[in-house]
């Protein structure tokens, strides 16, 4: 399988670092995965925060990898166990082929104390503060209402598959999250759909797209009807959904 290969390699260029521990989470940890469409998430802990040596190495690290198959889906934030216990620090974290800063937001790190898969050393709940349910959900409210909201009246997004697919999805993730407090997978979501409301061409797209052979991109006329269809149900629905539980 070419993800666990490219694992195995991921972990023996991470040995010169020593990392205490690495974990899976998302897709991947979760039971959702599909090789070759999903993203591989991951969290290394290292000894120390990574200063601009350790930052230069993980650079290498990761261009090295560039000829491996996926390795372009494989995003990693690196924490140190000094800086554990902040959801809203931003990490060193290498993503969408470049280095970032990022934080390891609660719903990140209760998936992690709840399905995370341990690649190396030590789990997750020997290292990682655990999520009080209050600072889940209050995330998630947050997320909703500050980045998505806003989102839905920038019209220009929602022609692009990814922004379709994440703003329907991640709402029903966090439907489910505020209404029950656990965590779903994105096929969870998808089925969840219908019963939000959710426009049916619009799941019925995602569905194939995501989760059958793969469709070529749709014409214009249809791209413009699916961001249409997408943002009027996803406007007043967050609304509703942040009035809720905000």
């Not at 390699?9 to 940890?29: I, N, Q, Y």
């Not at 965590?183 to 194939?208: C, M, N, Q, Y």
């Amino acid at each position: 399988m070419r993800t666990e290969a490219l694992l195995g390699c991921f972990l023996d260029a991470l040995t010169p670092l020593r990392p205490r521990a690495v974990w899976a989470h998302g897709s991947l940890a979760g039971g959702d995965y599909q090789e070759g469409r999903s993203d591989l998430d991951l969290i290394a802990v290292l000894p120390a925060p990574p200063g601009l040596k350790t930052a230069r190495q993980v650079v290498s690290l990761h261009r090295r990898l560039r000829r491996e198959p996926l390795a372009a889906k494989l995003h990693c934030s690196y924490l140190a166990p000094a800086n554990l216990d902040d959801p809203g620090r931003a990490h060193l974290t290498w993503a969408h082929g470049h280095v970032l800063r990022r934080p390891v937001t609660p719903v990140t790190r209760r998936e992690l104390h709840a399905f995370g898969r341990v690649l190396h050393g030590e789990a997750p709940a020997d290292l990682l503060p655990a999520v009080p349910d209050q600072n889940l959900r209050a995330f998630v409210v947050a997320d909703q209402r500050d980045f998505w909201r806003p989102a839905v009246d920038r019209a220009r997004l929602w022609r692009q598959d990814i922004w379709v697919d994440l703003g329907l999805l991640t709402f029903a993730r966090a439907t489910v999250t505020l209404r029950e407090g656990r965590l779903i997978s994105k096929r969870e979501a998808l089925a969840e759909l219908p019963d939000l409301g959710a426009p049916a061409e619009v799941v019925e797209d995602i569905t194939r797209r995501r989760y059958e052979d793969p469709a070529p991109v749709g014409d214009a006329t249809w791209l413009t009807r699916r961001a249409a269809l997408t943002r009027a149900y996803l406007g007043p629905a967050i609304d509703a959904l942040v009035a809720g539980y905000g």
